[in-house]
Nanobody, 117 residues
Framework: QVQLVESGGGSVQPGGSLRLSCVAS????????IGWHRQAPGKQRELVAR???????DYADSLKGRFTISRNNAQNTVDLQMNSLKPEDTAVYYC???????????WGQGTQVTVSS
């Protein structure tokens, strides 16, 4: 089993930066893909970025160049560096992982990011 706990959310002005961190406990070696999704009010949850166990990254097209995902296998963490934040980046950000041969889904509890002047 895998448990995910996010941290690092908060409020920031447009153009600012935030760094989110997700700590995975349990069987980290079983994780195939880990990353971040977000859900804004009234909208569907969407992929932000993800990284495989081999280090391959995948980003939402609209976020390329502003967001960077990184994974630390020694510390069982995955971070999301968010730069040049915009009001439309306001959302609850969820850490997500797929593990095992069947791609079992795991979700964190979410962390709020608010971008506002």
């Amino acid at each position: 089993q895998v448990q995910l706990v996010e941290s690092g959310g908060g409020s920031v002005q447009p153009g600012g930066s935030l760094r989110l961190s997700c700590v995975a406990s349990g069987n980290f070696r079983s994780i195939n893909v880990i990353g971040w999704h977000r859900q804004a009010p009234g909208k569907q949850r969407e992929l932000v970025a993800r990284i495989t166990s081999g280090g391959t990254t995948d980003y939402a097209d609209s976020l390329k160049g502003r967001f960077t995902i990184s994974r630390n296998n020694a510390q069982n963490t995955v971070d999301l560096q968010m730069n040049s934040l915009k009001p439309e980046d306001t959302a609850v950000y969820y850490c997500h992982a797929e593990s095992g041969a069947y791609g079992l889904d795991h979700w964190g509890q979410g962390t709020q990011v608010t971008v506002s002047s």
